[in-house]
Structures are given as C-alpha cells and as structure tokens.
C-alpha cells in the first residue's frame, strides 16, 4: 500500500464531458504528481504540485487543470473530453519539491465513450 | 518526441537467470536516472536510481548501470524471481528534479 489514494477507480463518460479525479497523497507528503498512460504508452507527465503552488508543467492540455488544496489533497479536472483522453490518470506524491515521484495511487482508468 | 526510450516492450526470462532491461535516452541534460516495477491494478513502485556522478548502483538483487556517453541505462535483476514479473519502467530527470520522463516500459516475464 503506497499510501497515495487515488477516487474514482473507474469513469465512464462521453465526449464534451467534464470530470474531476481525486488525488490524496501519502500521510507527510507535500509534493502531487499527475501522470497520463495512454494505451502502450509510458507516463507522460501532466503537472506537479507542491504545498499547494503549481511548480512544475509537462504536457498538460489547456482543457485540463489542476489544483492543491490546503488539505493538501489534489485535484485534476479534465474538461471538454475527447476520445483520446482515455487514459489511466496517475497521481504520484513525495515529500520534497526536488524528490523523484516516490509513492503512486493505483490511478483513475478514464474511458470516453 | 520520446526522450527516454524502452524498446524492448517485452522480455522473457528463467527463474535464476539475469534479466537484463535496458533503456535509451536523447536528452543530455538528464542527471537523474530512475527504475520503477508496476504489477497490474497497481500504480508504479520506485525501485532503484542512479545519478550522473555513478555508472553503477546497487540494491540487492536489482544494479542500474549507467553509460552516460552512449546515454544508455540498464538495470539487472539477479537471480530473477517468478515475483519480479512485472512492467519496469526507467524515467530520467534534469538536475532539477522538475520533470520526470518515463519510457514506455518493458514487461518482465520471469518464468518459473
């Protein structure tokens, strides 16, 4: 068990839809990553948080965004969907802001109908 | 554009025997070399690093190699066990630990 939990499991939804996935990191930690892992594809990094400052940006698409709260916990909405969003959406925590991504959530699978 | 590659999507090994999984990158601002094993409906698990001040680092059964000069990474598993069967993935970063980039990985097949 990681410790980073990771709501839904599972979405299924249609094109031009909006979703929120939810991402609560390890007990300690400061630091959120969101990841994409497109079918046979590695991780392409979305975004990473720390302490509720966005610190660093990767191939994240304007119709998504994302957001740390006081609590820490970490949000990723993903809006205007298009087919090719369908992914398995990970998010990924560590205690610094210049750690490697250390502990991972199981991840959110996306399926666009 | 794949700045870390994995092109092996697939490796079949014996019980006791050395795996060997290896991984490319283009980018020679990398100082930051990772291994992570993800099993099925599980998010990924980091395993091993390796900064550009080493070729080697070892822990237990699992030692990354690095070749900077041929940008070239490898990590050993040995002996391999049926347990290690998994997807490995290798990421690199720059010296500022900003961004991760993962390759698309390499499915460990460990058979009994």
């Known amino acids: 068990d990681s410790g980073v939990t990771q709501t839904p499991k599972h979405l299924i939804t249609a094109t031009g839809q909006r979703v929120t996935l939810r991402c609560s990191p390890r007990?300690?930690?400061?630091?959120v990553y969101w990841y994409q892992q497109s079918l046979d594809q590695g991780l392409q990094f979305l975004i990473q948080?720390?302490?509720?400052?966005?610190?660093a940006k990767g191939n994240i698409l304007e119709r998504f965004s994302a957001q740390q709260f006081p609590d820490l916990h970490s949000e990723l909405n993903l809006s205007s969907l298009e087919l090719g969003d369908s992914a398995l959406y990970f998010c990924?925590?560590?205690?610094?802001?210049?750690?490697?991504?250390?502990?991972f959530g199981d991840g959110t699978r996306l399926s666009i109908l | 554009d794949q700045q870390v590659k994995q092109n092996s999507p697939s490796l079949s090994v014996q019980e006791g025997r050395i795996s060997i999984l290896n991984c490319d990158y283009t980018n020679s601002m990398f100082d930051y070399f990772l291994w992570y094993k993800k099993y099925p409906a599980e998010g990924p698990t980091f395993l091993i690093s390796?900064?550009?001040?080493?070729d080697k680092n070892e822990d237990g059964r699992f030692t990354v190699f690095l070749n900077k000069s041929a940008k070239h990474l490898s990590l050993h598993i040995v002996p391999s066990q049926p347990g290690d069967s998994a997807v490995y993935f290798c990421?690199?970063?720059?010296?500022?630990?900003?961004?991760?980039?993962f390759g698309s990985g390499t499915k460990l097949n460990v058979k009994p």
């Open positions: 948080y720390y302490n509720g400052e966005e610190r």
């Open positions: 007990s300690g930690d400061l630091s």
């Open positions: 990924a925590s560590s205690v610094e802001a210049r750690d490697q991504p250390q502990h």
């Open positions: 390796i900064s550009s001040i080493k």
């Open positions: 990421a690199a970063s720059g010296y500022n630990f900003n961004k991760f980039y």
